[in-house]
């Protein structure tokens, strides 16, 4: 009967996920035709995916202050009107201002807003739903992201094979109906709340409780192990397969949300005769594995399967270390997640920086900078086993 009642709440958190996907998958699908039709450098090009996730921090760190003083329903609408908003004006704003790099800035920085708030909002309005296996659902909403993901990748190339790329304006139109079909389902939709008022731990608490630094280091390392592989799926794909820039994000980044989908899919119906720390350690040494198996491959065809099984092993950490979180910390509040997620963040934007530099200095050379970033998963794997007792327990 309860999960009668919240199936609405879940629907609107799912479809949250999926629109967070939209924001940050489809700008960077146009970025070759930004550059053709603005004359934008790549240079330039790169700043718009910074100032999406440097975006998404601000709104972290706002909401791990404002949130409770809001209310989650305000913030969560927000989200979607930010998000419908920002991809409507991608589709007008290069046209009507004179600087149209400008216009496209000002585009992402109100769906990033909305990202963020999304990214912050969405776990906790399913964490207070009185679910038994919180575990599992918290893994389900997460998997959205990858179907998200897959489906602006695979949708947005349909289209502009069939439709042509000159229509990606339309496209974008196209993609806002869901947050703003989704603004319905947050309105109506019964929101609980977390923690009842007054009872939620401080910033200042948080930061004098020793585990939640653990809790932070844990999504330093999701997000880093994530996204380190994530964004160099598409590289990896073209090195290894010497194919074209659009088959390469079908089988890179493609097969790496697909595989990192069905592994959250997996958790969440069957993680509840499942210990989750001994999930996410045994996921943590196979991430690990991938790391290696990409950076040593002598065939490139290994180093490819080494990262689409990657997706598979990273699925569970970023749920799965918010869950921790909560389990422990049940009296975080909206100021865990929130600081949580910017740990993630923070993570997903230094891991594939490292991954870079590291191949950079090393002449270019990929699989030497993949070996960088296996200290991330071996980190992870560390601090879960170090909260697998206190887990238990709780």
């Known amino acids: 009967m309860e999960n009668k009642k919240y199936g609405r709440t879940v629907l609107a958190c799912y479809l949250s996920f999926v629109t967070q996907a939209i924001c940050a998958n489809f700008a960077p699908l146009l970025f070759l035709t930004f550059h053709n039709n603005y004359g934008i450098s790549f240079s330039n090009l790169a700043l718009i995916s910074t100032t999406f996730f440097l975006t998404q921090l601000a709104v972290d760190l706002f909401c791990a202050k404002l949130v409770d003083r809001i209310g989650y329903r305000p913030c969560i609408l927000a989200s979607q009107i930010c998000s419908a908003l920002g991809l409507i004006c991608l589709a007008f704003l290069p046209e ?25 909002l969405a ?32 949708g947005s190339t349909l289209f502009f094979k069939f439709a042509g790329i000159e229509n990606w304006k339309l496209l974008a139109v196209i993609w806002s109906l869901v947050p703003l079909y989704n603004i319905f389902n947050f309105a109506t939709c019964p929101i609980e709340k977390l923690v009842e008022e007054g009872q939620g731990m401080t910033i200042a608490q948080l930061f004098k409780n020793r585990l939640f630094w653990l809790f932070i280091v844990l999504m330093v390392c999701a997000g880093s192990s994530e996204l380190a592989m ?44 499942t210990d989750l720390t001994g999930f996410m350690a045994a996921s943590g040494t196979l991430c690990l594995c991938c790391y290696l198996l990409a950076a040593f491959a002598g065939v490139p065809v290994m180093g490819l399967i080494g990262c689409a099984v990657c997706g598979f092993s990273v699925g569970i950490m970023w749920p799965g270390s918010i869950s921790i979180s909560s389990r422990i910390l049940p009296k975080g509040g909206t100021a865990m997640f929130a600081l949580l997620a910017l740990a993630g963040d923070l993570g997903g934007a230094a891991g594939p920086a490292i991954v870079g530099t590291v191949s950079q200095y090393a002449n270019d050379n990929l699989q030497t900078g993949v070996l960088a970033g296996i200290g991330f998963p071996v980190i992870l794997v560390i601090c879960v086993l170090s909260v697998r007792r206190k887990y238990r327990k709780n």
């Not at 009507?96 to 800035?105: A, E, K, Q, R, T």
């Not at 399913?126 to 602006?152: D, R």
């Not at 089988?251 to 069957?270: H, N």
Request: charged share 10%.
């Open 96 to 120: 009507i201002i004179p600087v149209p790099y400008c216009g496209i800035l000002i585009a992402v920085v109100i769906y990033a807003i909305g990202s963020g708030l999304t990214e912050v």
């Open 230 to 273: 994530a964004q160099w799926a598409s590289a990896f794909a073209e090195s290894a397969l010497h194919v074209s820039k659009t088959t390469g994000d079908l089988a890179g980044p493609c097969c790496f949300a697909l595989c990192m989908g069905i592994s959250r899919v997996l958790y969440g119906k069957f993680g509840e005769k």
């Open 123 to 154: 776990s906790p309005i399913i964490e207070a739903c009185p679910f038994e296996n919180k575990e599992g659902a918290m893994s389900l909403l997460h998997s959205f992201y990858c179907w998200g993901s897959l489906a602006v990748i695979l």
